[in-house]
């Protein structure tokens, strides 16, 4: 059986989605990553290769989470981004993968030559 949240917390001075599953399993999952990789297909497009890389998602904050059912929550972005539904299971990807996930993200913009703000 796959994980389910037993708690989510949205922190909003630190920028971060506290996430714990029925496994034990705790992430801290920042804003700017959840932004940059909502499952919505404007981010992810309809297939490979159509994804459309966020930027300028630093400052960006969750002004409040919507309940989608019991399978997903829908983050509401306060720059306007709402379109994109977590699934406990991909929820738990981004907390699992999150290291390697971001380091692809950092990968993508230092390829296209776009810097990241230093502190981050």
């Known amino acids: 059986m796959n994980p389910h949240p037993t708690a989510l917390t949205l922190r909003t ?7 714990t599953f ?3 399993a ?3 999952l920042p ?9 919505s297909a404007e981010v992810r497009g309809h297939g490979p290769g159509q994804e459309t890389l966020q930027i300028g998602k630093h400052n960006v904050a969750v002004k409040k989470i919507e309940p989608v059912g ?3 929550v829908r983050l509401v972005f306060d720059d306007g981004h709402d379109t994109g539904l977590y699934t406990w299971s991909y929820l738990y990807e981004l907390g699992r993968d999150r290291e390697q996930k971001w380091k692809n993200y950092l990968d993508r913009l230092s390829e ?3 810097p990241y703000p230093t502190g981050k």
């Open 31 to 39: 804003f700017e990553y959840l932004r940059v990789y909502s499952p």
């Open 22 to 24: 029925s496994d034990g």
């Open 70 to 72: 019991n399978y997903a």
């Open 13 to 19: 001075r630190s920028r971060v989605l506290a996430v």
């Open 26 to 28: 705790q992430f801290d």
């Open 112 to 114: 296209l030559g776009i």
